[in-house]
């Protein structure tokens, strides 16, 4: 007699559990049943610019990080890679359909390329580069500067449980 009623109660509770994603999948702008998605929404990000070129004194293996002057925005990211003795970054500069505030074509653009510092007892480098944004790639070379001075040194655990 009681298993009948908990299997119920069970069956019932998953069904009340299932409805508020069901409603919602059928609200506008919220799920695959939505038949007005917008064009943002439905149609894919344009393709970064690539931007590489020397960066002489910075060392293979470095994150390098993009922000574009004017705004501050967020522009991208990339590496430094080691080739014959030379050190070269690459990056990708962020359309901006992929990051409000960055390249639109033929759009002339101030990008600030951050370094990362490859020791935590050393500072990060930076430089810049003026590029005209088109799909594609362009090659600019940089002079980054010398190592920014730390303020504070102090590792911080992140959620993943690696130092920062």
Do not use: E
Request: aromatic share 8%; hydrophobic share 40%.
């Amino acid at each position: 007699m009681k298993r009948p009623l908990i299997v119920g109660l069970v069956l019932v509770s998953a069904v009340l559990a299932a409805l508020p994603a069901t409603f919602f999948s059928m609200m506008p702008g919220t799920g695959r049943l939505d038949r007005t998605a917008s064009a943002a929404g439905s149609v894919p990000p344009g393709p970064p610019l690539v931007l590489y070129g020397a960066a002489p004194g910075v060392a293979g293996g470095t994150s390098v990080t993009i922000t574009n002057n004017a705004n501050g925005a967020y522009c991208g990211r990339g590496t430094v890679v080691s080739d014959g003795g030379s050190t070269y970054y690459v990056v990708d500069v962020y359309a901006s359909s992929q990051a409000p505030g960055c390249g639109t074509p033929g759009a002339s653009l101030s990008l600030a390329l951050y370094f990362a510092p490859s020791t935590p007892t050393s500072g990060g480098r930076t430089a810049t580069a003026n590029v005209t944004w088109n799909v594609g790639s362009a090659k600019v070379d940089v002079t980054p500067g010398s190592p920014l001075p730390i303020a504070g040194y102090a590792p911080v655990t992140t959620r993943d449980g690696l130092y920062y």
